[in-house]
């Protein structure tokens, strides 16, 4: 078990496991604001995700339900064994999938037409965090400029409004 000490033991680490460099690099930008919260490490596909959650020992896991290498189910079961106390939370592009990640194991789900804001929220709350900043509303990964991976469930508000 690795030591932590002042303001690192205090604080939330967290491994974001997304394919896309630009989601991945969104979400640490967001997650950073916040002192409490480390991004420790970040994964592109499977093999680095499980390296990675080996050698950070995170507290949570933002999981890109179409991470390269294993379907969301297995990697889920994976990640329990070699981490039992993990939090993950799954990110999807389709929220179809919520129901599967979460009977999969997942701790939570949000879909990446949600507001990034909203799972930072979440994320807050779950380790009782205060609340430094108010929530940013209406922002969805479109607006921090991530296409939505071609799926029309991202670009809801889009057709809606036109």
């Not at 967290?14 to 394919?19: E, G, Q, R, T, Y």
């Not at 499977?46 to 969301?72: K, M, N, S």
Request: aromatic share 4%.
């Amino acid at each position: 078990m690795t030591c932590r000490s002042g303001l690192e033991a205090s604080a939330v680490r967290i491994l974001i496991a997304d394919s896309r460099h630009d989601v991945r690099s969104a979400l640490r930008l967001l997650l950073e604001q916040d002192a409490e919260i480390i991004v420790s490490a970040e994964a592109a596909k499977f093999d680095d995700l499980v390296e990675q959650v080996r050698l950070t020992r995170p507290d949570l896991i933002i999981l890109d339900c179409d991470l390269p290498g294993l379907q969301a189910e297995g990697l889920l079961r994976i990640l329990r064994f070699i981490s039992p106390g993990v939090r993950v939370v799954a990110l999807c592009a389709r929220p179809e999938m919520r129901q599967a990640a979460l009977s999969a194991g997942a701790d939570a789900f949000f879909s990446k037409a949600d507001p990034p804001q909203t799972l930072v929220d979440a994320v807050r709350h779950r380790f009782g965090l205060r609340v430094s900043k108010p929530p940013v509303v209406g922002h969805t990964f479109d607006a921090l400029g991530i296409p939505p991976e071609g799926h029309q469930e991202c670009e809801r508000g889009k057709d809606e409004e036109g």
